[in-house]
């Protein structure tokens, strides 16, 4: 188990103090901290596909213009994954720094296992940080209990947890434990809702010292139901079809995949349709994160502080006949990730992370370190451009099953996907063409060529130490 940095002196921040100091001559009343480490924000949507960001035509227009930009400050990592391809384990990872065998929370059933008395909120609080949360928190929050805040939250606005057709109206939202209600006015669309309470929370923020805010909106998860305005906006995009939709031949498939239907052409036009509406629900998330950026120029802080932008699973449309998460593909595994870091060149960078490595690096940026064991690596050199010679070549990738997916683990490198089920069925993909033809799709199950013996053998026994 890998475990997080030592306390030292956080040299992002350090970076940001003098761009802060810069900035402040030009302001005629600016709020100049006390504490010079940076504010942290992390935008999580929910069941982004990867394909959505970046996109041509761009999705997320906002987003993706900023990105795109070479002075808008972004580090784009093409090679993220979630460690758990589903929601809640996904959140308690994010949260704790732990793979979810090790959090207990392997399903959307168990949030009430995760031990938030340890958590980035409690860590980063204690270290001094000013926490907020605005938006889902954990499935099945608040967990059959009154109303409550999670500790280390010091402003808290979570949504209760309901059925998934009050994820944009008629829900109720949580204020500082004290139950709220929405109705169904275009006013009370979630998405917008959040970005309004992350503004304010960013202009109301105290000024001696940093924040942590966590801004978690609904979009775009099913329903997919956009805002008024985004409804049609994507009507006639095109959206380009990988080779995986609808895959036709599975005979090299395990047998969860062999027993789904063909897909009709019908099918796939009806799931082309949801895939542009999940791009719509979309648009409302894309504002929030400008709104985000806007209110912080508008305090002055945007040059002292360090926004993630991530999603807590992918989504498959179709692909290897498979409409959901939780399955150990592409669609399922992958997540858009970036960074916008005070006075970095825009750039890519290709290392492989996952979301396990978030904790450890929310922890470093404050100067800290965390509170109890991670199994994740801090990001923080990697946002400072530096060398890393010995960052790990190979992420760990999990899910306990349910009633489709047998449980399964993976390693995924950047060349090579390999996937061990408890049925004891086996699969390996050749992504690059290293030993054979490039499969980016994973079309073609090389776990039986003995061609790919060897490798498979490494694959396996390198999959072994990372989950143990």
Known sequence: ???????????????????????????????????????????????????????????????????????????????????????????????????????????????????????????????????????????????????????????????????????????????????????????????????????????????????????????????????????GAYADMAIAAPGSIGEGDVSDKPAWVRALRPMSRERLQQLDGIHRRSFETLRSVDRLVAGVVKALRRRGALDRTIIFFLTDNGFSFGAHRWTSKGCPYEECVRTPFFVRVPGAVARVDGHLISNVDLAPTFAELAGSAPASPVDGRSLVPLLEGSTVPDWPDGVLLEYVGDAHIPPWRAIRTEEFAYVEYATGERELYDLTGRLGSPDPYELENRVSDPAYAGLRADLAARLERLAG
């Open 1 to 231: 188990m890998r475990r997080g940095a030592e306390p030292r002196e956080p040299a992002v921040a350090v970076v940001l103090a003098v761009v802060v100091l810069a900035v402040a001559a030009f302001r005629p009343f600016p709020q100049v901290p006390t504490d010079l480490r940076p504010n942290i924000v992390v935008i999580l949507s929910d069941d982004q596909s990867f394909d959505s960001l970046p996109h041509d035509p761009p999705v997320m227009p906002r987003l993706q213009a900023t990105i795109d930009d070479h002075n808008g400050h972004w580090v784009s990592f093409p090679n993220a994954f979630v460690s758990t391809p589903l929601c809640c384990p996904s959140r308690a990872t994010i949260l704790t720094g732990r793979y979810s065998h090790n959090t207990g929370v392997q399903t959307n059933d168990l949030a009430d296992l995760l031990d938030d008395g340890s958590t980035v909120a409690t860590w980063l609080q204690g270290a001094g940080y000013y926490t907020g949360l605005f938006g889902k928190y954990l499935n099945g929050y608040p967990f059959g209990y009154s109303t409550f805040v999670p500790p280390g939250w010091d402003r808290w606005l979570g949504r209760l947890q309901a059925g998934q057709s009050s994820l944009y109206y008629n829900y109720v939202l949580v204020d500082q434990g004290f139950p709220v209600a929405h109705g169904s006015a275009p006013s009370d669309y979630s998405t917008d809702v959040h970005a309004a309470a992350a503004a304010d929370f960013i202009r109301t923020a105290p000024a001696d010292r940093p924040f942590f805010l966590a801004v978690t909106p609904s979009g775009p998860h099913r329903p997919w139901t956009p805002a008024p305005r985004d409804t």
